[in-house]
């Protein structure tokens, strides 16, 4: 009759078989195609996000859960603060985009090490506690997360300054990002259906802002090719009418974002003369600008008056006021909130679209309170 199995401290096995698995780890990267730096990807990643496996396990196996979130964060990612581990994981994705590494790199570098330690932990007959497994897959997803996270910011400041010469190279940035936030939601996507990380973690929240990323994106390549290309001849309509339809698609935001949209109704006899595409793909932008930065619970309002010879068309929120240098919003590529979905293109498109109108488009500050977007257009007799 075979014996039950004693469960190996899955720290202890960490700390007498450190070398073996990096060697392993090296061995895997050196099977893939176009890996040459493992030597410098291993360096710093591997041996310390094992060090700080190491000293997670110890503490949770002490008792002291404070602690171990410290060194490497709770479930579901770090929150407002990287811990220890997240901290390090988003300073090395930034050293392997320095080393021309790509995002996939970045995942498969931790995949091997989880990768090294199943089949290491088998070939040594060491089964570990199913708590202690927890804990592993919690690091390598918040260090994945954090890791990728900080990648990705990088390369795509690095992207946006390197291609913003003109307009065809405008064009193929946003292409490049697209194509880049789809591979890392495929990857993300890819490690929750392998089943060993969980739903509702840091890769699934990560899945998140890829899929909003790109949202962000497509929208902002719709509105610069509507500029560029549209070539619809410009007519006189309803203020009215473009308010109401915008307002319909809005109230979606505002329930998706748990906030209020106030629409004042809009007098009948207001028309402007324009392209009515142009105009409302811009108000559309202002709005969901809005909702964006507008803090949780607030009231967003889009209102509109008229002079004898001009109407005005605002979109108050409540984002807190706007840090100092308000022009530079309307620069591409420009982003001023802590939300840094997109590339920062949608208020610069919005301005060219409403300028291209025979309007102008301007922001005021409300210091503690939110702003103003004003759209400003010649009003028809």
Do not use: W
């Amino acid at each position: 009759m075979t014996g039950r199995r004693i469960p190996h401290p899955m720290y202890a096995f960490l700390s007498n078989n450190r070398d073996e698995l990096i060697e392993r780890c090296k061995a895997k990267v050196a099977l893939r195609p176009h890996r040459t730096a493992s030597e410098e990807q291993l360096s710093k990643g591997v041996p310390l996000f094992l060090e700080q496996l190491v000293r997670t396990l110890l503490a949770e196996k002490s008792g002291h859960a404070a602690e171990s979130l410290r060194i490497s964060g709770a479930s579901g990612g770090d929150g407002s603060a990287l811990s220890e581990m997240g901290a390090s994981a988003a300073a090395h994705g930034k050293e392997l985009l320095a080393l021309g590494f790509t995002v996939d790199q970045v995942v498969h570098a931790y995949g091997d090490l989880c990768q090294s330690i199943t089949d290491l932990a088998v070939e040594r007959d060491a089964p570990f506690l199913i708590d202690e497994f927890r804990t592993l897959n919690r690091c390598l997803d918040n260090a994945i997360a954090d890791a990728v996270s900080a990648f990705s910011e990088r390369r795509d400041r690095a992207v946006a300054t390197r291609h913003f010469a003109d307009e065809g190279q405008r064009l193929a940035s946003l292409l490049h990002e697209l194509r880049n936030d789809v591979r890392t939601a495929t990857l993300a996507f890819g490690a929750l259906e392998a089943g060993r990380l969980a739903i509702g973690g840091s890769t699934s929240a990560l899945l998140g802002r890829s899929l909003a990323s790109l949202t962000a994106l497509i929208e902002d390549a719709t509105s610069g090719v509507r500029l560029a290309s549209d070539r619809a001849v410009n007519t006189s309509f309803s203020v009215a009418s473009l308010i109401a339809e915008a307002a319909a698609a809005a109230s979606l935001y505002a329930r998706a974002s748990g906030c209020t949209l106030t629409v004042p109704v809009v007098e009948p006899s207001f028309e402007v003369s324009g392209n009515r595409v142009l105009l409302s793909a811009a108000l559309m932008n202002l709005l969901q600008n809005a909702f964006k930065f507008t803090k949780p619970q607030t009231v967003v309002m889009l209102t509109t008056h008229a002079t004898d010879e001009r109407v005005f068309v605002e979109v108050h929120d409540a984002c807190g006021g706007l840090p100092a240098g308000t022009e530079a919003l309307f620069r591409p590529f420009s982003q001023g909130g802590a939300d840094r979905s997109g590339l920062g293109l949608g208020l610069s498109i919005a301005r060219r679209s409403v300028e291209a109108c025979g309007g102008s488009l301007n922001v005021r500050d409300l210091p503690g309170t939110g702003c103003v977007f004003t759209i400003d257009l010649p009003r028809e007799a």
